[in-house]
C-alpha cells in the first residue's frame, strides 16, 4: 500500500530559508565573532560610561574619555616595563637553542625534530608581522563597533519595537539586558583575574630568581583567559626554563605555579567572579573542549560567554512559558 507524503510549500520554503540561514551565518562567522567580542567589550565598560553621563556629561564625550582613560592606563602600564620586557622576551628567544640542548638529552626527545618545528617560527618573521598588523586592525574595528554600541543603548529599546512585533521586542529587551549584565561582569572579572595572576607570578617568579621571569609572568596572565588549561599552559616554559639551572628549581617553579592555581581557584576566581556568571567547572571544561575543538583559539576564548548567551535564553524561555502555563491553570 503506498502512502503519500504531501509538503506544503511553506514547509519547503521554511526548511529552505534555514539552510540558506545556516549557510550565511557559517560563511561570515568571523565577522559575528568581532560583533560579539565588541558587544562584551562594550557592556564591560558600559558602567563607567553611565557614571559620567549621570554628571551630564554627553554620552559621546563621556564614551571617548573611558576610551582615553582606557588606553592611556594600558599605555602606562605597559609602557613602565616593555624595555625590560623585550629585552627579556628577545634574550629568551636567542636562548632557546641553548635551553632545548640542555633539556633534550633529559626528557630523551629528538633535537633534530624540535629544531625542525622551531625553524619556521625564525623565518616567518614577515608573516608575524602581518598577523600583528591584523590584529591592530581588529582591536581598533572593535573599538569603532563599541562605540556605536554604546552610544546607541539608550535607544535599543525604541529600535527594537521598530523592527520587531511586540510580543517578540520584549523578550529580546530582556534578554538583552541579561547579557548585558552578565556579559560585562564576566569581562571585567577575566580583565581582574589576569592582572591578579600576572601580578602574583611575576612576584614569585622573581622571588625564586628565575629568569625572564617578566615575561613568563605576562603570559600567565594572557593565558588566563583560556578557562582550566592556561594556568597549566603557562607553567610549561617556566618549569622547563628552571629546569636549565637545576631541578630543585624546576621542582620549585612546579610547586609554585600550583600554589598560585589552588589560590586561584579555592580564594581568587570565587572573590571575582562571584557576581559573574556563576557557571560550573564542568561546562567550563565541556564549553572550552567543544570551542576549541571547533575554532581553535577564538572558540575557546568566546566559550563561556556563548555557553551563558544559551543560558539566559534558555532560562528565559523556560521561565516565560512556566509565567503562561500557571496564568492557564489559574484561569
Known sequence: MHRTVDIAPRTIFLILGVLVGVWIVLHIRDILYLLFISFIFATAIRPSV???????????????????????????????????FVAQGTLLIQRIPRIAETILP??????????????????????????????????????????????GRNHLALTIYQ?????????????IQ???????????????????????????LSFL??????PLAVLAGILEILPIVGPLLSAIPAIL???????????????????????????????VMKRSVGLS???????????SRFEGVM?????????VTGQIIIEHVLSKKQVSQSATKTS
Open 50 to 84: 553611565e557614571w559620567l553621563t549621570n554628571y551630564r556629561i554627553p554620552r559621546v564625550l563621556a564614551i571617548l574619555f573611558v576610551y582615553i582613560a582606557l588606553i592611556g592606563f594600558i599605555v602606562a602600564f605597559f609602557g613602565s616595563f616593555i624595555p625590560q
Open 106 to 151: 633529559s626528557l630523551n626527545i629528538d633535537q633534530g625534530f624540535l629544531t625542525s618545528q622551531l625553524a619556521p617560527i625564525t623565518r616567518n618573521i614577515f608573516e608575524f608581522s602581518v598577523r600583528f598588523v591584523n590584529n591592530i586592525i581588529t582591536f581598533i574595528t572593535i573599538f569603532v563597533f563599541s562605540f556605536y554600541f554604546l552610544l
Open 163 to 175: 523592527w520587531v512585533p511586540k510580543h517578540m521586542a520584549e523578550d529580546i529587551t530582556v534578554i
Open 178 to 204: 541579561k547579557l548585558e549584565e552578565k556579559l560585562g561582569a564576566w569581562a571585567r572579572g577575566q580583565a581582574l583575574l589576569m592582572i591578579i595572576i600576572g601580578v602574583v607570578t611575576y612576584i614569585g
Open 209 to 214: 630568581r628565575v629568569d625572564y621571569a617578566l
Open 241 to 271: 626554563i628552571a629546569f636549565t639551572v637545576s631541578p630543585l628549581l624546576a621542582l620549585s617553579v612546579a610547586a609554585l605555579y600550583f600554589i598560585i592555581q589552588q589560590l586561584e581557584n579555592h580564594l581568587i576566581v570565587p572573590q
Open 281 to 291: 567547572p564542568v561546562v567550563v571544561i565541556i564549553a572550552f573542549m567543544i570551542g
Open 299 to 307: 572558540g575557546a576564548f568566546l566559550a563561556v560567554p556563548i555557553v
